[in-house]
């Protein structure tokens, strides 16, 4: 006989949206973490924003 198992197991087209959600959720966090390694946390972005770099200089002329 066949015995079932103590917790529920996911099948067919359950699975398959449960491991997209995951992976969905998984990229969302991955992305912000290399964000936020790279600079471009919130705080980042607003202090750029109150700050923002120095315009360039005009070329020299030629004389």
Do not use: N, T
């Not at 949206?17 to 980042?44: P, T």
């Not at 972005?45 to 020299?60: G, I």
């Amino acid at each position: 006989m066949k015995e079932s198992l103590p917790y529920p197991v996911l099948s067919g087209p359950v699975a398959g949206l449960a491991l997209l959600i995951a992976g969905i959720v998984g990229v969302g966090f991955l992305a912000y973490d290399l964000g936020e390694r790279v600079g471009y946390a919130k705080e980042g972005l607003a202090q750029r924003a109150v700050h923002p770099p120095a315009p360039k200089p005009p070329p020299a002329k030629e004389r």
